[in-house]
């Protein structure tokens, strides 16, 4: 058990970020070496212990956090690494990315500041590494069947992990040129280093998966060909379908989808070119869309040198506080300030956020560049364009960061597996995470996991779907599994 009185004896004290001067001027992360054992250590001694711990109902993966809360507070790290990795393959990536719905659910956020879980579990998952606790756990047996994973995002790798471990043989295919997804190539070194990556990726090659980049299934590789090839399918393409913005003027020059800008941004951290091809050096920044995206594209552009940043979010400004259709332990919507904004806010002296606003066409020069945007206040409900409040603000770059419909439609992997949309736009499947597709409501050995079947979520949620899928994946292949299924397909977060 934690400490009964920790909760009345230390105020909560997450762990500091650097600098604002002192990140902007590199691309490591936000929080990097900061974490004392000793400050986690007494943070995680406020937890109760709850009989019924709420912080659960906001961790999709079940994280059995009073108890690796105990351990972390004894400094017993080896035994915290232990329960961590029960429930979640990834400590490290949540640790660091996840916004952390957990502390939402808190019991004490009903009265006082919740326990500092995410810091908590970072350190832990930092800890293991460190001291040797994370090695490679290839399987006792193998059971002679082969499966394939379409995409190295997390839902795919920790799908892979998980049938890996239990005795399949298992091949990942990615059609990018390195494994990891949106954790390689949208989110920003700043928010997760990509060493935490590689070293996940190099543990599981030693379990045994095997990697094959460069290979779009469906157009370099047959899709059904490669469901003949193995006995079963994990389909973990994501939700790669980025939503538009159908305005006169989107067709001028610096005018860039969100994603096409931090995967450049993201390759050059990773060495592949000097400078990016869109950079924001000296240039005015806009930012269409309130999301974590476009809040990523802001801390890269501040890194870059943009001379300045606006972000636009079509929704009114939220509250402090929660409001009433927003009970504990919900996650609620309440103005919440990234390191990013954090960062904007620090050079620029105020917030650089636009709310309840709509934009209604780009300006350009004479060449085809864009230099400005009209925009409009819009109204709460129907976000209709308010009349009179029309105006321009200079762009010199524009990001747009409005979210993603769901996968990729049209493509030859939806073809050639006959794979059916379902009517949020996702890939239909079964309450078994099974494919439905357009011939049989249950074709054999196909299963769909993460963001491709969910819609855009978040890591955590995609963990927790490779892990259930996995598990289905392996009923399917043995008949029975031992594999935990945290959730199902139709679980949705507690959110307002
Ligand atoms: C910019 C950005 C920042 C984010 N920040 C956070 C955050 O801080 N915290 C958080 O919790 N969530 C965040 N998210 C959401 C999170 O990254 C996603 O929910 C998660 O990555 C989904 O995982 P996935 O495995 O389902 O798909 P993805 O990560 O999208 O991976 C899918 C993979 O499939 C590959 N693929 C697609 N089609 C094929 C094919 N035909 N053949 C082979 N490979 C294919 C793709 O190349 C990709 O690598 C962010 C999202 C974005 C866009
Ligand atoms: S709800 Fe908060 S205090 Fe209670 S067990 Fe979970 S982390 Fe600890």
């Given at each position: 058990m934690t400490d009964p009185h920790g909760f009345l004896k230390f105020p909560r004290r997450p762990v500091p970020a650097r600098p604002v001067e002192e990140r902007l001027?590199?691309?490591?992360?936000?929080?990097?070496?900061?974490?004392t054992l000793p400050l986690v250590s007494e943070q995680a001694g406020?937890?109760?212990?709850?009989?019924?711990?709420?912080?659960h109902s906001g961790c999709p993966l079940g994280n059995l956090i009073p108890e690796w809360n105990a351990y972390a507070r004894r400094a017993d790290w080896r035994a915290a690494a232990e329960r961590l990795h029960a429930t979640n393959n990834f400590p490290e990536f949540t640790g660091r990315l996840?916004?952390?719905p957990c502390e939402d659910a808190c019991?004490?956020?009903?009265?006082a500041d919740p326990v500092t879980i995410k810091n908590v579990e970072q350190a832990i998952a930092d800890q293991s590494w460190e001291r040797g606790y994370a090695s490679p756990r290839p399987?006792?047996?193998?059971?002679g069947k082969t499966v394939a994973v379409v995409g190295s995002g997390p839902a795919g790798l920790a799908a892979a992990q998980q049938l890996t471990r239990i005795g399949h043989t298992v091949a990942v295919y990615e059609?990018?040129?390195?494994?990891?997804g949106l954790l390689r190539y949208g989110i920003p070194a700043f928010k997760m280093e990509k060493c935490h990556l590689d070293r996940r990726i190099e543990q599981m090659r030693a379990e045994g998966t095997v990697f094959r980049t460069g290979v779009d299934i469906?157009?370099?590789?047959?899709a059904a060909e490669l469901a003949e090839r193995h006995d079963a399918v994990v389909v973990?393409?994501?939700?790669?379908?980025q939503r538009e913005?159908?305005?006169?003027?989107?067709?001028?020059?610096?005018?860039?989808q969100a994603m096409d800008y931090l995967t450049l941004a993201n390759r050059v951290t990773e060495g592949?070119?000097?400078?990016?091809?869109v950079t924001a050096e000296g240039k005015r920044v806009v930012i269409i869309g309130g999301g974590d995206t476009g809040s990523d594209c802001m801390g890269t552009a501040l890194r870059q040198g943009a001379s300045s940043v606006v972000q636009l979010d079509i929704n009114p400004e939220p509250g402090d506080t929660r409001r009433?259709?927003?009970?504990?332990?919900v996650y609620p919507k309440v103005y919440r300030i990234s390191h990013a904004h954090e960062e904007a806010r620090g050079r620029e002296?105020?917030?650089?956020r636009v709310f309840a606003s709509a934009t209604l066409r780009f300006e350009g020069d004479p060449t085809g560049q864009v230099q400005a945007l009209r925009l409009a206040e819009v109204e709460p409900e129907g976000r209709r364009p308010r009349p009179g409040t029309e105006r321009g603000i200079p762009a010199d770059l524009v990001l747009l960061a409005l979210g993603f419909h769901g996968p990729e439609q049209g493509t030859g992997l939806m073809r050639q597996l006959g794979l059916r949309l379902d009517d949020r736009g996702n890939f239909a499947r079964d309450d078994g995470f099974g494919a439905r597709t357009a011939e049989r409501t249950r074709p054999d050995g196909i299963f769909i996991a993460g963001d491709a079947g969910r819609?855009?979520?978040?890591v955590v949620w995609a963990i927790a779907e490779g892990r259930s899928a996995a598990a289905a994946t392996d009923r399917y292949l043995s008949?029975?599994?031992?594999?935990?299924?945290?959730?199902?397909?139709q679980d949705r977060p507690l959110v307002a």
């Open positions: 001027r590199d691309w490591n992360e936000v929080y990097a070496g900061q974490a406020r937890c109760m212990d709850c009989g019924i711990p709420f912080c996840c916004p952390a019991v004490l956020t009903i009265n399987p006792e047996r193998l059971s059609r990018a040129d390195r494994i990891g469906g157009s370099d590789l047959d973990a393409v994501g939700a790669r379908g913005l159908p305005v006169p003027g989107r067709e001028l020059r610096g005018i860039h592949d070119f000097e400078t990016s091809a009433d259709g927003e009970p504990w332990p002296g105020a917030d650089p819609g855009q979520s978040l008949g029975s599994t031992v594999l935990p299924a945290p959730i199902a397909p």
